[in-house]
């Protein structure tokens, strides 16, 4: 008997077994008692027959290597590994049957192990006690025999076969990965055995491998081992389709000098001394494109090395004790570096570092087309970097078309994809048939779906009478309940999609889930090539969705994910109606307070032009309505006016009055009070006649804005409080939190700051719960006012910066603008005259723009006071004049009463 790799597994399993069995009292087998000893020593006593441990076994992999394999051969060889490993080897059997029933099939025996409580540390003083009986040392001082040749002890000089390796014509964008890679490397602590880098053909793992090399102290120009390099020696072997265990054998016993290598015979003698010298001497050894020697995906044993030899070995890199470090690229992972006892084998990461090799970052994929000559612009080099998603292969040969035609891709998208067009196919043909439809049905989503999600397109069939589960799911908008075994399924083949890098995975820490999707390229292909069956899978994926768009009290725009999708895949189906009524119905109520403007301007323009005249004029309000809060009136007011227009055509009282309203909000932003008044008014006289409850209290409210600010506190008092209790009365939450922000404000004029404050905080509470983000940063602004006010300009700053920086990601421009004229009163109070100065400016050339009339009187007064403080009265007095001219026009009497007031006041 051997005692090599082979031996060593079967060994382990057996043991495993059996501390299983013990462990586990409900699986009984016959002839078979397990138990600890009575002694309380970690001592397993055992008595069996070898056809109760052939049970025991079943066919666990490597105790029947081929089918025919007799079962008289298979208790056979249990009773050799219990007589020669555990008992002749390893010296932890101790048989207990006397001589005259020794070579009979029962067996009496105890196993000396070293942990009643813990399995694992058995199993890992099995593999180290092993280690020790077959180390470099105990063979050294055998005699020579065929299997087991001495590997010389003498210094070898540094050994470098890398003649084969590539050449690495151009590197942009993963400096960061191989210096993290390198430091886990060489930690003692964190050392892997194996570093595994997988990813897409064309990727650029073969690249990394070899920048890994360098970094690691391997000099490729004139090979050898910079100064300080801790490895002996460098080996690159790159594998292709047919090649064999014994070929890769063969070169790495020759590179690593074993002398007498030509004399091994089995493949575990070889392995035994790769091992040897691997352990004798540091080792950085690269196996490149190893996907060629693994099972496709399409094969029951996916992801595993074709050749039990080459199983071995990988096995042996992973999980058998030597110091060097052995890096591999492949497609996909292989499964033979995982601990084959688990159930769903995962590699250790104490053991096997897994680097999933992604594309370089769009940036650097235009930095690899310029220096591939690619004269494209720059407009069509981001084109380019941006849809092929950091394959690097396929740049440099897309950098190729633009060298010799710049522009020529823009216009003929259809040739990036081509280019792709053979990794791509030469994966997929790896692949189930099974794993290939579930690509197809997802090459439309557009985020990241769910196993469950993916059941759900692997299952259904369009077909009402196969299986009602889903119809009824989307109709309802309720998950569907998928078995146990339908799940699994899905997982089997996701996973090895993923393994395949097909399919690309990523884990929600905030959900514990895994959410899979495609690349983009590997997207575009498929698409291209089910292009006749793009409707059926848009309605596949569009029914999924369906199924979770009654979403309650959703808090992120992920959780709008699948109302989002369902409104897309309807729009892209044609079903206007139903994107219509899940657009308006359901994301407006939320996208809208969470001031997702740029999403919903997308979204209101897809649909427009494709829903009936008469509903045209909710999506202009909405329009209108985004681009007032970007402070940029002239086009809403043309949205706004285009909506009356057309709600005049139809006669549609309500339209007409929300669209008088919205229009008097833009004459109320310029300052036009008069204006905004009147339209006002014939709005309120609309919704009076209408007896439209909610637009009554709404112009209440808006009226009251206007008394406000013509100083008029007692009328604007009474108009807000009439629309809080209509908002009250309606549970209005929204509407009682701004009037609660409006009797603030008149608090706050009157002087009674605390009062205020109380007011503001109230709001801020209820805005809060709804997520109004635009209602927050009033707030916020509102009691930063109120610091100000007190003295106290630390605390004033914080809060006008916080709502500065909300309202930047709203895209707020007149809400940032009047954030930069805060912080310049802080400023100007401080007596940083430049500071002040230049966040006055800032704030007065964004309203110059807007035309906000009252917000520029107010910009220039506060200039004013900043150029007589300067000690420049001349400066100073335009700057008043102006402020002074623009409130008369205005009508703002107590504006013009309070700036007097100040002005003319001793200092």
Known sequence: MSHGPIPKKRVKLLVEALLDYEQNQSDRISNLKVSWAKNGKPHLVVNTTLQALRYLVGDKDGFK?????????????????????LGKFLEILEDHRGKETRGSENWNFTLKLWSKDNPAENLQKLENLWQTKQSPQSLASSPPTETSPVIPTAKRDAILCLERLPEVPVWVGREELVEALKAKILAPETSPKVVALIGQGGIGKTSLAVKLLEALGVKLQSPGLAEGCVYDSALYFKVSQGSSFDDVAAFLLEALGVETAELLKTAEAKIAQILAALTEKRCLLVLDNLEDILYPASHREAGKAVSSE??????????SRHCSTIIITSREFPYDLTDRRSRNPKPNPKLVEVCTVGGVADEDGVEILRQNDSQDCQADLEWIAERVKGNAFILTQLAAIGAESPGYLRKHPELVTEEAEQIIRAQLERQSEAARELLKRMCVL???????????????????????RFELGAILGKVVEFAIDEIKETEDIIKRLANSSLAQRRYDKERCEYFYDLHRLIGEFLQTEYKTELPQLLERVYKFYCTGKSIENPKTLEDLYPVLEAQYFAFKLRNYKEASILLIGRLEQYLKPWGYWYLLEKLYKQILPFVDKDKQPFYLQALGEIYQYWGRWKIAESYYRDALDIAKRYKDKFLIASSLALLGNIEYERGNWAESECLFRQSLHLQTELEDRSGI???WGQLGNIERSRGNCEEAERLFRQSLQLRTELGDRSGMATSWLSLGDIEHLRGNLEEAKCLYHRSLQLQTELNNRFGIATCWENLGYIESCRGNRDEAERLFRQTLQLRTELGDRSGMATS?????????KRGNWDEAERLYCQHLDVETELGDRYKIAEINYDLAQLWRKRGNPETAQEYYTTAQQLYQKLGAVKDLERIEREWNSPE
């Open 65 to 85: 290597p081929t089918p025919n394999t007799s079962e008289k051969q298979l208790k056979n060889t249990i009773g050799e590994h219990l007589n020669n490993d």
């Open 310 to 319: 080459w199983g071995e070995l990988l096995y042996s890199f992973a999980h």
């Open 446 to 468: 557009r985020v990241g779906i769910d196993v469950q999600g993916l059941t759900f397109l692997r299952l259904y069939t369009d077909d009402w009478e196969t299986d009602a």
């Open 697 to 699: 209290a709404s112009s």
């Open 820 to 828: 930069w004229g805060q912080l310049g009163d802080i400023e100007r």
